[in-house]
Every structure is written in structure tokens, then in C-alpha cells.
T-cell receptor, first 113, second 114 residues
Framework: AQSVTQPDIHITVSEGASLELRCNYSYGATPYLFWYVQSPGQGLQLLLKYFSGDTLVQGIKGFEAEFKRSQSSFNLRKPSVHWSDAAEYFCAVGTPTGNQFYFGTGTSLTVIP | KAGVTQTPRYLIKTRGQQVTLSCSPISGHRSVSWYQQTPGQGLQFLFEYFSETQRNKGNFPGRFSGRQFSNSRSEMNVSTLELGDSALYLC?????????????FGPGTRLTVL
């Protein structure tokens, strides 16, 4: 069965510091992987996605993620965090047929000045 | 192009009542998916509709149902509301049914059951 684990419930970083949010997935075949961000009172916005090919994918807002099949991971990174990045981040795995996504429980990011 | 719209944005109901939520997808999108978001369970898939047909269904009781109209607008209905149904209900639309198409999420409907 498909599942996604985000081990870190909450992370606090200083503005300008680097960021890495962890995501581990369980899926029998080649996964379709996504990172979404949710600001308070808002829906989810897609940051980036991975289907195949280059294992390092670039997304919006300066985010990138690396797919590592051997570790079943798809960690999100940003070299320098901005105060506006404070939000909830969700990793998700999708199936090739249908739009049924399995989401992780999310990581809440706080950015301190 | 307008984004995904959900109405109403906030709703308060009492136990035993029923509720209908509406989702208007991005123009041209034919797939609409619904998710329930709660602090305890996170984001859980409810169902997906594509071209007026339910394609996938999550693990929710039959009290949760949905439909899609010919213009791709979708509604979900929850009957006999329970306290545990209090949640943010999100819908997402995409061009087609398949994870390679980006899903665009609406702002959600916040349902409170008293």
C-alpha cells in the first residue's frame, strides 16, 4: 500500500539559513512524487513534482527536491529561507492512474528573524 | 484564468444534518478530486470524478457522496453529520485523470459540526 512519512512535525529555522524537509514514501512501482505548500487559511500550492528522469527537480520559490530510490526518499531543500516561507509543507505520492494522492502528515515550518 | 473555487467557504451545521459543498474547477479541467483535512488524520482522499464518473474512492463511509455535472462542477454531500466530520474539505482540479497532470487546489470549505 502507498504511504508517505514526514518525520518532522515542526521545524524552526532562521531567515537566511538552509532548509531540508524530509519525506519517505512507500510505493511498489515508480512513484509520482509531489511537494505542496499550504499557508494558513489557504489551499495547497504545488511546489514541484517528480515523475521520471533527472532525480533533482527544481520547483517554484527557489525550492528543489531530490529523488533517491535506494532510500525511498524525496527530500525538499532550499538554500536560503525567507520569512514568507513559513507554512505547512506536504509531501505526496500519486498513482499513474487516477488522481488519488497519498499525503504525509505535513511539516510546519517556522522562520525566525 | 480563474482558479478553483469552493463554496461556501465556511459552514456550521449540527449533528444529524446534511451538507452539500460545491467546487468549480479551472476552466477546461475535467477531473475533480475531494480531500478531507483534519489535524488528527491529515489529508485524506475522498473521491475523484472525471467526465461525470467516479474514478476512485477513498476509505470513507457511504454518508460521503459526490457527483460531477456536465460542466465539470462537482458537489460533495455528507449526510447525517457527525462531530468527527468537522474538517477542511479541499477540492482539486486537473486537466485529466492521472497524476502526471498537476492538481490545483481550491481554498477549501471549513465545515464545523456542533
Amino acid at each position: 500500500a502507498q504511504s508517505v512519512t514526514q518525520p518532522d512535525i515542526h521545524i524552526t529555522v532562521s531567515e537566511g539559513a538552509s532548509l531540508e524537509l524530509r519525506c519517505n514514501y512507500s510505493y511498489g512501482a515508480t512513484p509520482y512524487l509531489f511537494w505542496y505548500v499550504q499557508s494558513p487559511g489557504q489551499g495547497l500550492q504545488l511546489l514541484l513534482k517528480y515523475f521520471s528522469g533527472d532525480t533533482l527537480v527544481q520547483g517554484i520559490k527557489g525550492f528543489e527536491a531530490e529523488f533517491k530510490r535506494s532510500q525511498s526518499s524525496f527530500n525538499l531543500r532550499k538554500p536560503s529561507v525567507h520569512w514568507s516561507d513559513a507554512a505547512e509543507y506536504f509531501c505526496a505520492v500519486g498513482t499513474p492512474t487516477g488522481n488519488q494522492f497519498y499525503f504525509g502528515t505535513g511539516t510546519s515550518l517556522t522562520v525566525i528573524p | 484564468k480563474a482558479g478553483v473555487t469552493q463554496t461556501p467557504r465556511y459552514l456550521i451545521k449540527t449533528r444529524g444534518q446534511q451538507v452539500t459543498l460545491s467546487c468549480s474547477p479551472i476552466s477546461g479541467h475535467r477531473s475533480v478530486s475531494w480531500y478531507q483535512q483534519t489535524p488528527g488524520q491529515g489529508l485524506q482522499f475522498l473521491f475523484e470524478y472525471f467526465s461525470e464518473t467516479q474514478r476512485n474512492k477513498g476509505n470513507f463511509p457511504g454518508r460521503f457522496s459526490g457527483r460531477q455535472f456536465s460542466n465539470s462542477r462537482s458537489e460533495m454531500n455528507v449526510s447525517t453529520l457527525e462531530l468527527g466530520d468537522s474538517a477542511l474539505y479541499l477540492c482539486a482540479s486537473s486537466l485529466s485523470s492521472g497524476s502526471t497532470d498537476t492538481q490545483y487546489f481550491g481554498p477549501g470549505t471549513r465545515l464545523t459540526v456542533l
